[in-house]
T-cell receptor
């Protein structure tokens, strides 16, 4: 079974631009979660999608948004990029059987390294 | 808000020795799951071990075991016979997906 894939793997943008990251979950997984990882803040939860609906949300500004398609693939969008948005963005998928995704094991992708100049 | 605290930003262990990583959490739920995930350098995050709160028996996976103290809201990970491949960032998320800052484990040969 193929693992979680994320595209692109590396991205360089300038302040004020917007960016879209993509995540393809493991086949059969219905839940996709997004995380931002920085050296100072560790791993912070952005949001989780289940069956095309946002089911949980972290504490990030509205510039961060996402969506999930009928095939469970998910995209994350960041508008009006700031220098502080430079980070590794991780996507994780799980079966999503229970109400909260992390009752199930999460399978992580390799991440997208975003650099904002 | 439910939170997870890993009080040890960095830990070091000699190869073949035993090390314990600490984790405390805060929750108002009575039934929940706790996890330890491992993120090796430049590699993907993987699950190490999982503990269900309603189970009194501590979870064990080969060289990895947990010490789950529900009343104290403590969930530590013990790694026995440490190997060089155990070097990684370790995270202990609660089931509300808050991972926290993690603990960086270094294994010395």
């Amino acid at each position: 079974k193929a693992g979680v894939t994320q595209t692109p793997r590396y991205l360089i943008k300038t302040r004020g631009q917007q960016v879209t990251l993509s995540c393809s979950p493991i086949s059969g997984h219905r839940s996709v979660s997004w995380y931002q990882q920085t050296p100072g803040q560790g791993l912070q939860f952005l949001f989780e999608y289940f069956s095309e609906t946002q089911r949980n949300k972290g504490n990030f500004p509205g510039r961060f948004s996402g969506r999930q398609f009928s095939n469970s693939r998910s995209e994350m969008n960041v508008s009006t990029l700031e220098l502080g948005d430079s980070a590794l963005y991780l996507c994780a998928s799980s079966l999503g059987i229970s109400e909260t995704a992390t009752y199930n094991e999460q399978f992580f992708g390799p991440g997208t390294r975003l650099t904002v100049l | 808000a439910q939170t997870v605290t890993q009080s040890q930003p960095e830990m070091s262990v000699q190869e073949a020795e035993t090390v314990t990583l600490s984790c405390t959490y805060d929750t108002s739920e009575s039934d929940y799951y706790l996890f330890w995930y491992k993120q090796p350098p430049s590699r993907q995050m993987i699950l190490v071990i999982r503990q269900e709160a309603y189970k009194q028996q501590n979870a064990t996976e080969n060289r990895f075991s947990v010490n789950f103290q529900k009343a104290a809201k403590s969930f530590s990970l013990k790694i026995s016979d440490s190997q060089l491949g155990d070097a990684a960032m370790y995270f202990c998320p609660h089931n509300d997906m808050r991972f926290g800052a993690g603990t960086r484990l270094t294994v010395k040969p």
